[in-house]
Every structure is written in C-alpha cells, then in structure tokens.
C-alpha cells in the first residue's frame, strides 16, 4: 500500500486551555482505504508520527508502525474501512508546532509555542475530524501517547466515539513515564547548544544523543537485549567482550539518521503535555468520573514487560469502567519480551485481539 501525507489548514484558530491562540493551524495527516467506509481514527506515540501503515514509495525500508493491523485483508481492514491518521499539535511531523510559522512574527513558534495538555491535543484532533466531515468514529486506536489520546477522546466526547483500541495504556499519566519526560526535557535545556530553545533548526543537539541512546533502553526490556545480543554469543572466554560489543553497536548504530529532523522543542511541548494526562484533570481530579464518562466498548491492551505502563495501569481502568457497566472494557496483556515497544512491534498479536473485538462489535 503506498501512501502520502496531506495537510488540512483548520478553518479557525485554535485555543489552547492555558491561553494564547494559534493561528492557521495546520494537520498532517494520512488516510487509507474505502472513503464511504466507517470511518476508525489512529493516533500515534509520542515521539512517533502519523505514519501508521503502508509505505511512502515502493522501495521504502520502514513502514507504518502498525502496518502489521492497517492494510487490505488485515485486522482494521481497508477494504472496509475509511482509516485517518493524524500527526498531534506540537509533534515535528507536519501538524503545528513549535516548528511552524507563527503568523504574528512571521518566524519560527521555538520555544514561544504555547503551553499545550493532552486535552488540547484531542481537541485538535476533533477540530480536525469536524473539517474532514466525520459525523462520528467507528473506532478510535493508537499505541501509547495515542492511547491516552483514544481514552481522553471517548471522555469528552461519547457518543462521537463508537468504540476504543488503546495500547500501552493508563488513565493517567505514570509516576515513572513522568520521570522519563523530565529527564528528557531537562537533558534538552542543559545541553549548551539549545540556547533557552532558540538554536539553529535542523541541527541536532548533543542531548539528542543521549536521550535516543536512553530510549533504546527504557523502551524495551533486558529480555529482549539479552536475547537479541547477549543469547546469539557462544559461551567462551571472550563471550562478554562480544558481548559488550554487541550492546554498544545497539546503542549507536543509526543514531544518527534516527535523530535526523528531530526537533528538541517539539519533544519538550509533547512530553509535558503528556504528563498533564488525568482522565478526571477537568472534573477537578475526580479520576473514576472522568473515566466513566467513557461509553463505548474499550479493548486495552498492556504489554507485559512495559516499564512506562505496566498492565496494572489499563487494569485500573477496566476496574473503573466494568464497575460501572460489567463487560465493558476487555483487559488483555501481552505477554512480550519488547518492553514499551511492544505496542508497535507486537503487530500479530495485538491485530489478532483487534480482530476479535471488531467482530464483536459488528
């Protein structure tokens, strides 16, 4: 499936909660499959894009990250589909952010693009399905920041929300997913080269470095570096050398081209609207309210070795919901040595519950 990236300028300036207005507001965006179809909304991680399936060109290495589901014949079947993907407000990936053109300066946003939370982000999105004439979702999906997009969605606005797939999930915000953003952020603004956020764009900074090299651990769990670089060396005497060895070429190889477009401002914006995530944040912290202003049928899906959202996370959630109507929300881990990242390279496994659930929806 080849695919291409199209952009909608929003008929009206967007309000961001904490004030300041955005003018022109721009969203990069992918569709796929049957346009008269139902329609399913995807939304993607945080630092990802909205490059959910197919490829760009036919000799293109890297597809969408949930290629595996979205496709003709696959679990969110495009034969039968209409499949939007949106990029978020403040991601470096096309939507607004603190890359664009603040039309009031006519220079780059940087670091004067205005503070936004995860609400904003769900607004954007439906400011962006209301232009794109979408009347109501069949379903909503996404990985990790895209389930906490999918979740905060269906809250808002329940009956614009048929039914819900979130991966990598909780209701809020977790303790040591908010350590992870601060150190990120932080390691950005006490690198020399960011400037107070007005370096030169397109240049990569120091912190990138580091921060990539941190993810490649925080993302995934010792199980599987231990079976992709430890498992494959033979016992011997220079066995840990190799091994180290190995370990160090995973930390550095194609560092470069994966920071490469990277905007450290874009990160900053992103992972503290990420931790403003409470499903009960604008019903003055009442979290059981917040989630159970959700309707629509729920599948969670947690990954077992997932150190940002242990399954104990979605677990609570399913409580919540299935407290209040039983069978509601469907909890399922999967078991999976990929850690965080699980939720995109689990591909068969998660399209397999996507598959069931969609059954017993139609």
């Avoid at 960011?194 to 912190?207: H, K, S, T, V």
Wanted: charged share 20%; glycine share 10%.
């Amino acid at each position: 499936m080849i695919v291409k990236t199209e952009y909608k300028t929003l008929s009206q300036p967007f309000h961001p909660e904490y004030g300041s207005v955005i003018g022109n507001p721009v969203v990069a965006y992918e569709e796929y499959g049957k346009r008269e179809g139902p329609v399913i909304f995807i939304t993607h991680g945080g630092i990802s894009s909205h490059h959910a399936a197919g490829r760009y060109h036919r000799d293109d290495p890297v597809p969408g990250f949930w290629d595996a589901i979205i496709g003709p014949g696959k679990p969110i079947d495009t034969n039968r589909f209409r499949v939007l993907s949106a990029n978020s407000l403040g991601s470096m990936f096309g939507s607004t952010s603190p890359l664009s053109i603040n039309p009031d300066t006519e220079k780059h946003y940087g670091p004067d693009f205005p503070k936004i939370t995860l609400i904003d982000m769900v607004r954007f999105h439906r400011a962006f399905l209301d232009e794109m004439g979408v009347q109501r979702l069949f379903m909503m999906a996404g990985p990790s920041m895209g389930a906490l997009q999918t979740l905060q969605m269906a809250a808002l606005f329940p009956s614009f929300v048929g039914s819900a797939v979130a991966v990598a999930v909780a209701g809020r915000m977790t303790p040591y997913g908010m350590c992870m953003h601060h150190f990120m952020c932080h390691a950005l603004q006490m690198d020399p080269g960011f400037n107070g956020g007005w370096y030169e764009i397109g240049e990569p900074l120091l912190a990138m470095r580091y921060i990539h090299q941190m993810v490649r651990v925080y993302y995934v769990s010792e199980g599987i570096v231990k079976q992709l670089f430890w498992d494959t060396v033979p016992e011997g005497k220079d066995a840990q050398e190799q091994r180290s060895r190995n370990v160090k070429r995973y930390l550095l190889d194609g560092l470069e081209e994966q920071i490469e477009g990277r905007d450290p401002n874009c990160y900053i914006t992103i992972l503290n609207a990420i931790n403003t995530y409470d499903l009960g944040r604008d019903l003055a912290g009442d979290y059981e309210k917040g989630v159970n202003r959700i309707q629509c049928p729920v599948l969670l899906m947690n990954i077992s070795s997932d150190a940002e959202f242990p399954p104990y996370w979605g677990q609570e959630v399913a409580d919540v919901l299935n407290r209040k109507l039983t069978g509601q929300a469907k909890m399922t881990v999967i078991d999976s040595p990929w850690g965080h990242l699980g939720c995109v390279q689990e591909g068969a496994l998660l399209g397999h519950h996507i598959t069931q659930f969609i059954k017993e929806l139609c």
